[in-house]
C-alpha cells in the first residue's frame, strides 16, 4: 500500500476536490527553491526515461500518448512550464500547441475541430497551452453562453475526453492557480522589462477585470467534468516541480516499455565483429 500511495502522492495532494489550494502554497514537496529545484532536477531525469520509453512504445505500434492540459489565467505560467519542463526531454516525443481566439476559417466548424488536429501521436505527450475548456470559460464570462448551451458543451467535452482514454490517451488536466496580486506584479513586471514586453497584451487587463467571474467558470469546470489538479503558481519555482512530478507520476502508472527488437541481437553482434569501414 505504501508503494501505491507513493507513487501518486502528488496527484492526491493535488487533485481538485473542493476549495483551492493557496496560490502562494506548497501543499505536498519543496518548501523552499532551492529544494525545489534541485529536485527538478532529479525529476528531470525520470520523466526523460519515462517519456524515451513511451516513444519507443510508439515508434514500435503502440498506440498510447499523454496529453497535457495546461489551464489558467494571464500570467501563470503556461509557457514558462511548458519551458521548464517539457525541455527536460527529448523535443522529438513531444507535440506543441498554444489555443489563442479562434480564427475566421476556425469559427466556421465546431469548436473540437482545431483540437482535434493537434492530439499527440502514438508515444507523444501533447502539451496545450489553453484548449477546448476555452470553448467554455471565454463565452460563458461574456455572456455568450446559455446554461443549457453550456451543460451540452460540458457533456461534449466529457465524451470527447473518454472517446480519447479508449483510443489510449490519457489526459492529465492542470490549473495553474495565481492570484491576482501576483498576476498584478507580473503584468508590471512584462512593461518595466523591454525583455519582457513583447508578452503583454492589453487585452490582459480586460480578462483581470472579470477575475471574480473566470474564478466561477473554473469552478463549474472542475464540477462537470472529469478530474482537474489544482498547481499553486504563484511560486515559478513550485509551480515547474509540481508539474513535472505529475507528469512523471502519471508516466510511471503508464509504465511505458522499451519493444522487443524484431531481429536477433547475437546475430547482429556477431556480423559486427571484424566489420570495417570502406576505403
Request: aromatic share 8%.
Amino acid at each position: 500500500m505504501a508503494k501505491k500511495d507513493e507513487g501518486s502522492r502528488v496527484r492526491d495532494a493535488l487533485r481538485v476536490g473542493g476549495e483551492l489550494p493557496d496560490p502562494g502554497s506548497t501543499p505536498v514537496g519543496p518548501g523552499k527553491k532551492t529544494k525545489a529545484l534541485e529536485r527538478l532536477g532529479s525529476a528531470g531525469e525520470r520523466l526523460s526515461a519515462l517519456q524515451e520509453a513511451l516513444y519507443a512504445e510508439g515508434v514500435a505500434g503502440g498506440r498510447r500518448s499523454v496529453l497535457l492540459v495546461l489551464q489558467g489565467m494571464d500570467t501563470s505560467g503556461k509557457g514558462g512550464t511548458v519551458s521548464h519542463v517539457l525541455g527536460l526531454v527529448n523535443p522529438m516525443g513531444v507535440r506543441y500547441a498554444a489555443f489563442k481566439k479562434p480564427t475566421a476559417a476556425e469559427r466556421r466548424h465546431h469548436y473540437l475541430w482545431r483540437i482535434r488536429k493537434q492530439l499527440p501521436a502514438p508515444g507523444q505527450i501533447g502539451v496545450f497551452d489553453r484548449s477546448h475548456y476555452e470553448d467554455i470559460l471565454v463565452p460563458r464570462v461574456n455572456g455568450l453562453l446559455t446554461a443549457a448551451e453550456r451543460r451540452r458543451r460540458y457533456a461534449e467535452i466529457t465524451a470527447f475526453e473518454a472517446e480519447l482514454a479508449e483510443a489510449g490517451t490519457t489526459v492529465l488536466k492542470v490549473f495553474l492557480h495565481i492570484s491576482p496580486e501576483e498576476q498584478l506584479k507580473r503584468l508590471k513586471a512584462r512593461l518595466v522589462t523591454p525583455e519582457k514586453r513583447w508578452k503583454y497584451n492589453p487585452g490582459d487587463l480586460e480578462a483581470r477585470s472579470h477575475w471574480p467571474a473566470y474564478a466561477k467558470a473554473y469552478a463549474g469546470i472542475f464540477e462537470k467534468t472529469p478530474t482537474w489538479y489544482a498547481v499553486p503558481a504563484d511560486h515559478k519555482w513550485y509551480r515547474n516541480w509540481a508539474v513535472a512530478e505529475l507528469l512523471i507520476e502519471t508516466l510511471a502508472e503508464l509504465k511505458p516499455r522499451f519493444p522487443a527488437p524484431d531481429y536477433d541481437v547475437d546475430a547482429e553482434l556477431a556480423k559486427l565483429k571484424g566489420v570495417g569501414v570502406a576505403s
